[in-house]
């Protein structure tokens, strides 16, 4: 699955209720800008690491412990 960094030319700002929930094979997530806000069980029953870019924020607040920057 290909999630875009924007939408019809909008930034992704909020991801909703369950998106991700139940997607057993999903091992990481891929952000360029700052972190969206996110609504209940986005990653409910899967455990995916949240990559995301340095010098963007919100990441440890909004996501916890599972968001780390890109390795190379």
Not at 13 to 29: A, D, P, S
Not at 36 to 52: A, C, Q, R
């Amino acid at each position: 699955m290909h999630q875009p960094d924007k939408c019809h030319d909008r930034s992704v700002t909020y991801i909703g209720f369950t998106v991700f929930g139940g997607c057993i094979n999903l091992n990481g997530v891929y952000f360029q800008g700052n972190a969206p806000s996110v609504g209940l069980y986005v990653f409910e029953n899967t455990v995916p690491i949240i990559y995301y870019l340095p010098g963007t924020a919100g990441w440890e607040s909004r996501l916890g412990p599972t968001a780390r920057l890109p390795t190379r």
